[in-house]
């Protein structure tokens, strides 16, 4: 008995810890589910009813001013977001910053599902809309920066770079599961002017649905997912009398952020094209598809996403990160530039070809992101793991999300329809000279 009790313990202890790491992992899918699903309800849901909120009589100039600033607020909220709850992670724990964000930016899409209408409360009702949403980026940009570091600190070694894919993997599932919802809606209640049953509630069933689904993800972390083991032995016991952002900014790990945020500058700038302009700039604007051509492209693309993000994954734990990255940044600098190209300039191809050209330029080009969850979380040491995955994956897209601009100077130079590919390969060089300049991480121990 005295020999067998032992190895009892230790086989019922090993069950403790592998459940404690499958129930991270699932956390931070699902959050990162959430997170996207919730970051397009206004791009796909609130979109065709924005008129809703905003005066009827204006110009086209003013009212894609106000369109825009629903979604760009969003954006500067996030960075905010990751830098706060970033810290909170790496100082209280990565559970509670999960719990507090995904519980915020759960109230706030409720809320955004509540408001009145502009014929109610006149132009608050808009100022109310982006001041909200404001806000949800804040508590948005806070729903990776604990869940991602917990997972990725439970997670064995060998299997970091399938549960980094996977996390990611959460992304194009949203997008889809979104489009299927607005389509339903559409669908159940007609969008045909002011009054019609959509645009006066029909909206705002899949915002209930967001807030419903943030509010059993916050559950499951108050009762399901345990504090990161390696952050309580590690960073946890420790006196903090410095926030993260001071150790984060200095020596080494200082050096690693600059690293990182240049090799992310070049990955969102690539990223940027396939999700924000490859939709509307070119499938709508230059190949003048249909709404329902454009919306069965996409969810083929990214269906096809979803498993090549953990392929890639898989693929960068076999190969290597910095390898990996360093292969796929020359290849999205002339192939993936080439079918952008293809796609912008060649007349006459059938939608088959164009939907087969979306799915492999997409795969290409967003490849990178299966890998870099892993990737930046292995960059830091466990005192500012979270704040540096946040401010060096949030901070970064700043100057890329300016792409519009790039293209319309470019435009002065060459025809439009090439300046994406331009793109495309001035991104793909800067990732690539980033990466370069980091270490190997697949064996580092945390």
């Known amino acids: 008995m005295s020999t067998y009790a032992p190895a009892r313990s230790a086989a019922e202890t ?53 369109a825009s600033l629903v979604f760009i607020t969003t954006l500067l909220g996030r960075p905010i977001g990751a830098l706060l709850f970033g810290m909170i992670a790496d100082k209280t724990g990565r559970r509670m910053a999960s719990i507090y964000s995904v ?28 001041l909200l949403r404001f806000v949800d980026g804040i508590f948005l940009g806070g729903g990776y920066t604990g869940a991602m570091p917990l997972a990725i600190e439970y997670s064995k ?17 949203a997008y889809v599961s ?46 399901a997912v345990s504090e990161s083991e390696i952050w309580e032995s590690e960073a946890g016991n420790k006196p903090r009398e410095k926030l993260p952002l001071t150790d984060l900014l200095r020596g080494k790990s200082g050096r ?8 992310m500058t070049g990955f969102w700038l690539t990223q940027n094209i396939i999700t924000i302009f490859l939709p509307t ?17 996409l969810l083929i693309a990214y269906s096809v996403l979803f498993f090549s993000y953990i392929a890639s994954g898989m693929i960068g734990q076999k190969i290597g990160r910095r390898r990996f990255f ?27 070809v164009i939907i087969t050209l979306v799915c492999v330029l997409s795969v ?6 299966g890998v870099i969850v892993t990737y930046i979380n292995e960059r830091f040491v466990t005192d500012v793991r979270a704040t540096g995955f946040g401010v060096g994956f949030s901070l970064s897209v700043i100057i890329p999300s300016f792409y519009a601009f790039y293209m319309a100077w470019l435009g002065e130079f060459m025809p439009f329809t090439v300046t994406p590919a331009v793109l495309l390969v001035i991104g793909g060089v800067i990732a690539t000279i980033g990466a370069y300049m980091g270490p190997e991480t697949k064996d580092v121990d945390f």
């Open 256 to 263: 690693n952020l600059l690293q990182v945020l240049l090799m």
């Open 103 to 130: 519980s915020g930016f759960g109230v706030v899409t409720l809320l955004i599902a509540l408001l009145p209408g502009y014929e109610s409360i006149g132009i608050a009702s808009y100022w109310l809309l982006v």
């Open 157 to 173: 070694k060998h299997q970091r770079g399938f549960v980094g894919g996977l996390i990611i993997a959460g992304f194009p599932l």
């Open 178 to 223: 979104i489009n299927l919802v607005a389509m339903l809606m559409f669908m159940l209640f007609p969008l045909d002017g002011p009054g019609s049953p959509y645009v006066q509630w029909g909206w705002r069933i899949p915002f209930v649905i967001g807030a419903v689904l943030a509010g059993v993800l916050a559950l499951y972390y108050v009762y």
């Open 364 to 369: 290409l080009v967003t490849a990178p992101w």
């Open 281 to 297: 700039g070119l499938l709508r604007n230059t190949l003048h598809l249909s709404g329902m051509e454009v919306t069965g492209t």
């Open 326 to 352: 360093i292969v796929l940044g020359p290849i999205i600098a002339t192939v993936g530039a080439a079918i952008m190209y293809v796609l912008a300039n060649v007349q006459g191809l059938t939608l088959p």
């Open 14 to 66: 090993e069950q403790s810890i592998e459940k404690k790491r499958r129930n991270a992992i699932k956390g931070a899918f699902f959050s990162e589910y959430i997170d996207m699903f919730d970051i397009y309800l206004p791009v796909v849901v609130l979109s065709p009813v924005l008129f809703y909120f905003q005066p009827t009589q204006m110009s086209p100039g003013m009212a894609a001013i106000l």
